[in-house]
């Protein structure tokens, strides 16, 4: 462990290795001069609005306008990558119904887990009082401009408070590992 000044000032015992590591390596003590700033920048169909803050994983997550008019949330790391729209350049509309879209289903999928009593997972969301924001409940286009389009295959929808309700702020996208991760089983009280 060693003590780090960031160039902000502020002082961060750190390990050595974190601040060597090839991928990802710790740049700053947390503040905002440890990420490329990507504001205003193009990628494809992309352009980027404003920072959003991190993830789970530690990437910087951005706001995103797609030349389509929706908008939606990317890492640094999938934009450097390579995606370059909100998923439209994969052909899908952006009409109200839209059962081919993963997010489309996802969204139909979350709010028969909190409102059909019949629903395999009721008993876990809905049972327990987990509610869908109205706003959400009410438009998939809503919910689709808050949360974007998923990331990847390896991404599905999760509420960062299990506790919480499906609403502004308290969903992503995430993947198994951080799913297992964020279950009231591995929440520690403290």
Sequence with gaps: MWVFRCECGNEKTIRACNVKAKANPTTSCGCALGYEDLTGRRFGRLEVMERRGNDSSRNTRWMCRCDCGIQTMASSGAL??????????????????????????????????CYNKN????????????????????????????????????????????????????????????????????????
Excluded at 96 to 111: D, G, H, K, L
Excluded at 131 to 160: M, N, Q
Aim: proline share 3%.
């Design 80 to 113: 450097r990558g390579g995606q370059k729209s909100c998923g439209c350049l994969r052909g899908e509309s952006h009409g109200e119904s839209e059962p081919e879209t993963v997010e489309y289903r996802a969204w139909s999928a979350m709010i028969g887990r």
């Design 119 to 190: 629903a395999p997972q009721f008993k876990h969301y809905g049972g327990r009082g987990i509610r869908v924001s109205d706003e959400w409940r009410e438009s998939y286009l809503t919910f689709l401009a808050h949360v974007g389009r998923r990331p990847s295959d390896k991404h599905s929808i999760d509420r960062i408070n299990n506790d919480g309700n499906y609403e502004a702020g308290n969903v992503r996208w995430a993947t198994a590992v951080e799913q297992n991760n964020n279950t009231r089983r591995n929440k520690r009280e403290g």
